[in-house]
């Protein structure tokens, strides 16, 4: 009865042991999926940022009467964010959760960002943006 006894107690320090070492692996795995995450989420925001610089940039240099639209995503990776025009001479991208955010410099533009559709204009010289 004493040899069962100790094969069995054994043999619970074993399952353990293992269970320890796969949480350590899980908790690992979790840390490198969470650090990806983060740098995508970071690098799609930078991304749509440059977007919208680049339309407004286009805009400006293009001819009186040019017209264009494009589309914004509803999300970046799963989180909703804001885009905003700041002063008329920036735009301001960030993550409602405030861990993503990204500011750039555009020329004189006039008008809102909407997420979804967009419609971009240059009138006489003059950008306006949704307007």
């Given at each position: 009865?004493?040899?069962?006894?100790?094969?069995?107690?054994?043999?619970?320090?074993?399952?353990?042991?293992?269970?320890?070492?796969?949480?350590?692996f899980l908790l690992v795995i979790h840390t490198?999926?969470?650090?990806?995450?983060?740098?995508?989420?970071?690098?799609?925001?930078?991304?749509?940022?440059?977007?919208?610089?680049?339309?407004?940039?286009?805009?400006?240099?293009?001819?009186?009467?040019?017209?264009?639209?494009?589309?914004?995503?509803?999300?970046?990776?799963?989180?909703?964010?804001?885009?905003?025009?700041?002063?008329?001479?920036?735009?301001?991208?960030?993550?409602?959760?405030?861990?993503?955010?990204?500011?750039?410099?555009?020329?004189?533009?006039?008008?809102?960002?909407?997420?979804?559709?967009?419609t971009i204009k240059n009138i006489?010289?003059?950008?306006?943006?949704?307007?």
């Amino acid at each position: 009865m004493n040899k069962s006894a100790q094969s069995a107690i054994e043999l619970v320090i074993l399952i353990g042991f293992m269970a320890f070492f796969f949480l350590i692996f899980l908790l690992v795995i979790h840390t490198n999926t969470a650090s990806e995450r983060w740098e995508n989420r970071n690098t799609l925001t930078q991304e749509l940022a440059l977007e919208i610089q680049q339309e407004i940039s286009l805009a400006s240099q293009s001819f009186s009467g040019y017209v264009r639209q494009f589309n914004l995503p509803t999300k970046i990776s799963g989180l909703t964010y804001v885009a905003e025009i700041l002063e008329n001479t920036v735009i301001y991208v960030h993550t409602n959760n405030g861990e993503h955010a990204l500011s750039l410099p555009v020329s004189q533009v006039s008008g809102e960002i909407v997420i979804g559709m967009n419609t971009i204009k240059n009138i006489d010289g003059f950008v306006y943006l949704n307007s």
